[in-house]
């Protein structure tokens, strides 16, 4: 069945950069939204950001907007999620997950993976 495998997470001081990626299978990727969802210590999931089957359209929350960068490889089914200029609200779980307009639905989604820890600390 479905499989989302999160990857890239660390820790890292404000300011500072990391790649996520996440390797999918069990769907077709090539003909689906995907989307970054986080998870901060203690709080509720939050929406990061979408990206169309194709990639040519992409949207994110006004908190990452200008810093984040969502892309995909359809041919080596990964998303990844560039993350310039953290910040320590950025520190989160970061889960990938497929389909669209997921944003009011999170509580039920089905198929999260384990996540990646991202830390944002001096």
């Known amino acids: 069945q479905v499989q989302l495998l999160e990857s890239g997470g660390g820790l890292v001081q404000p300011g500072g950069s990391l790649r996520l990626s996440c390797a999918a299978s069990?769907?077709?990727?090539?003909?689906?939204?995907m989307n970054w969802v986080r998870q901060p210590p203690g709080k509720g999931l939050e929406w990061v950001s979408d990206?169309?089957?194709?990639?040519?359209?992409?949207n994110y929350a006004d908190s990452v907007k200008g810093r984040f960068t969502i892309s995909r490889d359809n041919a080596k089914n990964t998303l990844y999620l560039q993350m310039n200029s953290l910040k320590p609200e950025d520190t989160a779980v970061y889960y990938c997950?497929?389909?669209?307009?997921?944003?009011?639905?999170?509580?039920?989604?089905?198929?999260w993976g384990q996540g990646t820890q991202v830390t944002v600390s001096s």
């Open positions: 069990g769907f077709t990727f090539s003909g689906v939204t």
């Open positions: 990206i169309s089957a194709a990639g040519f359209r992409t």
């Open positions: 997950a497929h389909g669209w307009n997921l944003r009011g639905r999170l509580s039920e989604y089905d198929s």
